[in-house]
């Protein structure tokens, strides 16, 4: 099972958690905690859902974090994830000492074949490489 395959009804997920249902509930109502829904709009919660109720209560318990602190929060955690699989997803596209770059007229980079020589009037990807500036850095020795 996947973290955020969503399988537990409200009071499983309430006793989880250590909270009431209807703490759940208006939390859901906030868009603190999203979960999913079943066809007849039932919520069912994920494991990942759970951890994030039990960090809720101890920002707000242990912290004094209100609760629009907590979505803040929240959402910024979400965004840093984000950033992050992004980065991660460029550094294995870059993979640094393996590809060289160019920049054309019109400012867009453009990944170039390794050992390929820009010459006058070549093209790279649809973008004209006169007057470009090539980036390399060397791989290890």
Known sequence: MHDDTPVFVISAAAE???MHPQTLRQYDRLGLVSPGRTRGRGRRYSLRD??????VQRLSHDEGVNLAGIKRILA????VARLTEQLDA????VEPGRRVFTAGPSGDVVAVRRGQRLQRG???????ARGA?????PGPR
């Open 133 to 137: 500036l090539v980036l390399w850095r």
């Open 122 to 128: 070549l093209r790279f990807a649809d973008t004209e």
């Open 50 to 55: 759970v951890a994030t109720l039990r960090e």
């Open 76 to 79: 910024l955690e979400a965004e």
């Open 16 to 18: 989880l958690a250590g």
């Open 90 to 93: 460029l550094r294995a596209y």
